[in-house]
T-cell receptor, first 111, second 116 residues
Framework: SQELEQSPQSLIVQEGKNLTINCTSS?????LYWYKQKYGEGLIFLMM?????EEKSHEKITAKLDEKKQQSSLHITASQPSHAGIYLC???????????FGAGTILRVKS | DVKVTQSSRYLVKRTGEKVFLECVQD?????MFWYRQDPGLGLRLIYF???????EKGDIPEGYSVSREKKERFSLILESASTNQTSMYLC???????????????FGPGTRLTVL
């Protein structure tokens, strides 16, 4: 969706390195969701952010929401091969029950 | 844990065939969704349902229909499959938020459909 831009499109990092994925909305964010997808499989829910400035962590993955910039970032610390996959952000842009999704960021971790 | 299952992981059909994709969730969720996922385009919403027998068009409903006869089951129907419907189809479900706000969608494993 052009309403939700993810960057970068793909990323290759050396194991142990940190990385950041960004998700920027052209509209007001009422909720921002991060999912991870292994190739050919369904989406696994990671985190949901609702309030500006909110930050959540799950193991070595941290997500933040910048309400003013209408942007969320996903940061992985000390990447591991198990982090490899496609990361998608989804957003509620109409304060309802539908989400729009970014095109995804493909992450490869070299060991 | 929420569990969303889809009837097939892989499906191969011929042009013109009628195709049924089934989705079942076990968490008593009101909302159910059908998306298709294509490289570079992300997920696009085909149809969603917020109650039994209720449905609303998403962003790309053309060529598809849906059925929700029971709360736990949401079916996607391709009336006459075409090659441009070759894609990954993902089903999701979520609770209905009475305040109208967002709630987490939980996804099934996906069905990779190939139309020859």
């Amino acid at each position: 969706s052009q309403e939700l831009e993810q960057s970068p499109q793909s990323l290759i990092v050396q194991e142990g390195k940190n990385l950041t994925i960004n998700c920027t909305s052209s509209k007001t964010l009422y909720g921002l969701y991060w999912y991870k997808q292994k190739y050919g499989e369904g989406l696994i829910f990671l985190m949901m952010l609702q309030k500006g400035g909110e930050e959540k962590s799950h193991e070595k993955i941290t997500a933040k929401l910048d309400e003013k910039k209408q942007q969320s970032s996903l940061h992985i610390t000390a990447s591991q091969p198990s982090h490899a996959g496609i990361y998608l952000c989804g957003a509620d842009l109409e304060y309802g029950n539908k989400l729009v999704f970014g095109a995804g960021t493909i992450l490869r971790v070299k060991s | 844990d929420v569990k969303v299952t889809q009837s097939s992981r892989y499906l191969v059909k011929r042009t013109g065939e009628k195709v049924f994709l089934e989705c079942v969730q076990d968490m008593d969720h009101e909302n159910m969704f059908w998306y298709r996922q294509d490289p570079g385009l992300g997920l696009r919403l085909i149809y969603f349902s917020y109650d039994v027998k209720m449905k609303e068009k998403g962003d790309i409903p053309e060529g598809y229909s849906v059925s929700r006869e029971k709360k736990e089951r949401f079916s996607l129907i391709l009336e006459s499959a075409s090659t441009n419907q070759t894609s990954m189809y993902l089903c999701a479900s979520s609770l209905w938020d009475l305040a109208g706000g967002p709630d987490t969608q939980y996804f099934g494993p996906g069905t990779r459909l190939t139309v020859l």
